[in-house]
């Protein structure tokens, strides 16, 4: 079995080679021939990477352990619903999975841009398939999944039992397919560079498209991750400015500033140059991201797929940038800008400055994760950037960024003037200054969490201004009010998704605000019978409950809980101990509502029936989750085709003066 | 900060000394000591590296220093890049900017069109058929 995936793997490796040298071939020669050629090839790479990857987790359900990977991450007591967790929570085995989740996603983007951009498509298939090479000949040459033990051993290191979380099967998946499908909207952009179609605008759609599926999949995988550390790790916290973290979060900083400006492009001809230099700059940080989590050079508690081979990661990065900046400067003739400012009172500054805006704080945030070495290498004295120092210095950009995310999108193309632009701001500015005032009357003084609110306040009623505006315009026409919301929604879905992934946006903010500045903690020691309280809450304990497993000691204490005069039920934290790894996995229970989280985490059971717990009471960490499934869905809305509008738009219509209107605009650019 | 879990704070960290120090950090507390104090008393044993945020001090300053001049210089580089390219628009006729429209129009028609654009609420008001 294990055989045959080697064959799979080194099959899959000249095959890809093959694809790069012909696709590249085909573009240059304008050869149809090869290119369809490549592209079959590059298809054929995923049943082959599939095969070696059935064959890993067959080795993994079979106990295998004379194949070394499947020793070191399992053992005989492992659920066998976590091979497939297995699979990737090593580095060899997670390079395998980057290279099928990407050969996947590239087959199905290279069968798209195939037929939209046809003469960029075999340089954009070149450059995926140099991608996809890097990883499996890392795979072939260094890190083989499926490499034998020379004696094989009568069971396994077993999986980390961090790892034994349901989290864990969503949020490494997601995280890592983000993290290399940045690669796909990064070929697309470099294929029009390479055929020197920059200057026409063509690859805006598809990049696009890929560029803002790249970003779902990036803020699904942070999203999760936060859920996972709130729910396991056990601390109360959801995000702790952890270097792998600064990681993941920088690319998708990079690609948010990408999917806004090339909207500009679309519209209005403007930032080529910027966009690609956008997209070149996200899957730098992409590579980062994969170099900082393999053997990075800064302690980081997801230091889970660790190896030697970071420094590969770097070099290829330094490749990597070194030959699309090349490419850049070359092109650079083909991407003058068509459409030219003509105010600083303009929705296209307004994205500029939002732009510059998320990369200032991609780069902050990059320098606080790199500093411990420049502090190490300057003054040999090590030093930590931690929590603090991101919240001071991230968290007042990040507010302006919501503010921004309210104004923004209330500005004109073009230009406005000062009164229009009052205007237009005049409501959500009253907005957010009552909120302001509210906040006040109801007793927040934290001056930091006052202004929050306002700003999230102000980017929320600007766009209830916007849908109410519309609705009424097209009420006014006689359409009946939830008739008229939902024709206006799905006349101009690019915009209007992007409203509700604004919205979720500021759920997400008033879920980070308050929490970070509400938040209420207490450890407390217990002997079964105590009753404590918190806040409103009253919780007794009733004891606790020792469960023995073959790997593990598992103590589950038990809590009655009151908000208030009302029993709201059991709750069971538990903690875990895993002699082997000298462990302990904390699992805390959290009783969740809108309004606040009451979360209960032990920290210790001690002999003498005592238990030390830790309590929280975490507002509003409800709506930080709320917001991912809205994200989801503003996002799809805003990429599902206006395919009705599309139809009724053509050309001579429009020069016999009867064009349709929402036609008219959807080619200059559904991006409104 | 945690001197032997990689990332994670003394507050995050489930490790024995983790505990230990959650311990010292409670009893001094107790003792009536500042924060300051408690904090000295880790950073002589440990080094820096314990403290969560590097000191305003020495190389730490850098730290500090680096991400407001940055925010400087963005704001500045957004106000140049901004007023480059509204310097290059007068040089630029109006009527280029919709050149690339492949359609001939009369001049009549024209600013009608151009009127449209301008005016942001057409769509929805849809006057024009």
């Not at chain 1, 704080?361 to 502090?375: D, E, H, K, M, R």
Request: glycine letters at 8%; aromatic letters at 14%.
């Amino acid at each position: 079995m294990v055989e045959i995936g080697h064959i799979a793997i080194i099959a899959s490796f000249l095959v890809t080679m093959y694809s790069t040298f012909v696709g590249f071939a085909g573009g240059m020669l304008n050869g149809r021939d090869l290119a369809s050629s490549a592209r079959w090839g590059f298809y054929s790479v995923v049943p082959l990477l599939l095969v070696a990857t059935m064959c890993l987790i067959y080795a993994f359900v079979t106990n295998d352990f004379s194949v070394k990977y499947v020793a070191e991450n399992s053992n005989l007591a492992m659920p066998k619903a976590y091979a497939w967790v297995a699979f990737y929570s090593g580095n060899a085995g997670s390079l395998l999975y980057i290279a099928l989740a990407f050969s996947v996603m590239g087959s199905l983007a290279i069968k798209v841009i195939n037929v939209k951009l046809p003469y960029t498509a075999p340089y954009a298939l070149g450059v995926m398939s140099l991608v996809l090479i890097f990883f499996l000949g890392v795979i072939v040459f260094l890190a083989n999944p499926l490499d034998r033990l020379p004696v094989a051993p009568e069971d396994g290191q077993g999986i980390n039992p961090l790892l034994i979380h349901f989290g864990m099967f969503i949020h490494p998946p997601f995280q890592m397919l983000g993290l290399i499908s940045v690669a796909i909207p990064f070929s697309v952009a470099i294929g029009t560079l390479l055929s020197g179609r920059g200057g026409r605008d063509e690859w805006v759609d598809q990049g696009r498209l890929w560029g803002m599926i790249s970003w779902l999949l990036l803020t699904a995988g942070l999203l999760l991750g936060s859920w996972w550390a709130y729910t396991i790790l056990g601390w109360g916290g959801y995000w702790a400015w952890d270097p792998v973290e600064n990681s993941a979060l920088m690319p998708w900083l990079a690609m948010t500033a990408f999917v806004h400006s090339i909207m500009v492009q679309k519209r209005r001809g403007m930032f080529r140059m910027w966009n690609m230099l956008l997209i070149i700059t996200s899957f730098a940080m992409a590579q980062l991201g994969m170099f900082i989590n393999r053997g990075g050079p800064v302690p980081s508690v997801h230091s889970f797929a660790e190896s030697t081979m970071g420094w590969i990661f770097l070099a290829i990065m330094a490749i990597t940038l070194f030959c699309s900046l090349a490419t850049f400067i070359f092109r650079y003739d083909t991407l003058k800008s068509r459409g030219t400012l003509e105010s600083f009172i303009s929705r296209e500054a307004a994205f500029l400055a939002q732009n510059v805006l998320f990369l200032l704080i991609a780069f902050v945030t990059l320098w606080g994760t790199v500093f411990p070495i420049f502090s190490e290498a300057v003054d040999e004295t090590t030093m930590t950037i931690g929590q603090p120092f991101f919240n001071k210095v991230n968290g007042p950009l990040m507010l302006l960024l919501i503010f921004m995310m309210g104004v923004g999108p209330l500005l004109p193309w073009r230009k406005a003037t000062w009164r229009s632009a009052i205007r237009m701001l005049k409501g959500p500015l009253l907005l957010g200054i009552s909120f302001i005032v509210i906040s006040i009357i109801a007793g927040i003084r934290e001056p930091w969490a006052v202004f929050a609110f306002g700003t999230c306040a102000l980017a929320l009623g600007g766009i209830l201004q916007e849908w109410i505006r519309g609705t009424r315009s097209r009420y006014s026409r006689g359409e009946s009010v939830p008739r008229a919301f939902i024709r206006l929604i799905s006349a101009n879905r690019p915009r209007y998704g992007g409203y509700v992934v604004h919205i979720s946006i500021v759920m997400l903010g008033i879920g980070i605000v308050a929490s970070s500045f509400y938040d209420v903690q207490r450890d407390v020691v217990m002997a079964p019978g105590d009753v404590e309280t918190l806040g409103k809450y009253t919780f007794k304990y009733v004891g606790v409950d020792k469960e023995f497993f073959p790997d593990r000691v598992k103590e589950v204490a038990q809590f009655e809980v009151w908000s208030g005069d009302t029993y709201v039920g059991n709750m069971f934290p538990n903690r875990s101990f895993y002699p082997e790894f000298r462990i302990a996995a904390t699992r805390g229970a959290i009783r969740s509502t809108p309004w606040e989280d009451f979360y209960l985490v032990p920290s210790e059971f001690r002999e003498d029936g005592q238990a030390v717990f830790r309590v929280l009471i975490n507002p509003m960490v409800w709506w930080m989750w709320a917001s991912g499934p809205i994200l989801v869905l503003g996002t799809i809305l805003s990429l599902s085709p206006n395919r009705r509008i599309v139809r009724k738009l053509s050309l001579t219509d429009l020069s016999s003066g009867r064009g349709n209107i929402s036609g008219v605009y959807t080619p200059l650019g559904a991006g409104d | 900060m945690c001197p032997v879990c990689p990332g994670e704070s003394i507050d995050q960290s489930q490790n024995d000394i983790a505990s230990y120090m959650r311990e010292i950090v409670f009893d001094q507390v107790e003792s009536g000591k500042t924060d300051e104090e408690i904090k000295n008393y880790f950073v002589e044993r440990y080094g820096p590296v314990v403290l969560m945020q590097p000191p305003n001090k020495g190389v730490g300053r850098i730290a500090w220093i680096i991400p407001p001049i940055g925010f400087l210089i963005a704001i500045i580089v957004v106000y140049m890049v901004l007023s480059i390219m509204r310097r290059k628009r007068s040089q630029i006729q109006d009527e280029r900017l919709y050149y690339d429209l492949d359609v001939s129009l009369t001049s009549d028609e024209r600013k009608k069109y151009i009127a449209l654009i301008e005016n942001e609420e057409f769509s929805r008001k849809g006057k024009i058929r």
